[in-house]
């Protein structure tokens, strides 16, 4: 029984891959494979993130403590606080999007269905590593599933940012990936910002393709969805869902002209090295 659940569980994995590598087929531009980069080595091993958020997900378990540290109080009101960015920015129309930062074993991400104005930091749930969470919380976000299964799959990031921008969402809706039609595409480390399949949102299907998807990219788009942006930190995070709504604008606009002219690979690899090294820090680091 427990073989046949595998293989059952085997088939519907390598189902996603082939659909994965199908999606990607109708679309020129993301065939080349992402570039790898400094952090494309951090990623976690498939294998273990498929276990992540499965048999125990979506378990709500009683708080041993509602106490929480004043780090954590500092953090929860950072996740408010970019919730409200991101929506008065005009990133997440309605109450669609959220937002999640990695904490311990697990995450703290915004609730279900509540107005971002309305948030409290005791709103911001704790989800667990094996997606449990206080039965005394608030509900968590209902896309929690790929959050976790994102963190799991990338354990370089500590932040993610899911939005329903309009013009990433105009493009998923068309299931048109952003090739290097702009050098800036770069910013989400890689050669192209890839479109992963469509799965009903909360589902565990979709948080594999979320976590197939940004496997070496910090930046997806999410077909008939939306789009998802990690970074390092909640700001990063949130900096890089806005630079993907503007490119998402930009390449539709071009594509109202034609086919753009694509950078090749070569030039994109040397975009890369060059971003490694560009901002602040690497100018000092430079002068000294
Ligand atoms: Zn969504």
Known sequence: MARKK??????????????VRKTAAKNPAPKRRPLKTAGSKKKTAPAKRASLGGKTAGRARVAKSSRVSKAELDARKAVIATALKMSSSGLSPGRSGNVSVRWGKGMLITPS?????????????????????SARAKKPSSEWRFHLSAYEARSDKGAIVHTH????????????????????????????????????????ELADYVAEGIGEIDACLMANHGQIALGNTLAQALELASEVEILAEQYMKVLSLGLPRLLRRRQMQDVLERIKGYGQHAQETKKT
């Open 6 to 19: 595998a293989a059952a569980s085997a088939d519907r994995t390598a189902a996603r891959k082939a659909e």
């Open 113 to 133: 269905g509540m107005a971002y104005d309305d948030i409290k930091p005791t709103d911001i749930v704790f989800v667990d590593g094996d997606g449990s969470f």
């Open 165 to 204: 921008s309009l013009h990433a969402v105009v493009l998923a809706c068309a299931h048109k990936p952003i090739p290097a039609f702009h050098y800036m595409v770069a910013l989400a480390g890689g050669d192209h910002i890839p479109l992963i399949p469509y799965a009903p949102f909360g589902t565990q």
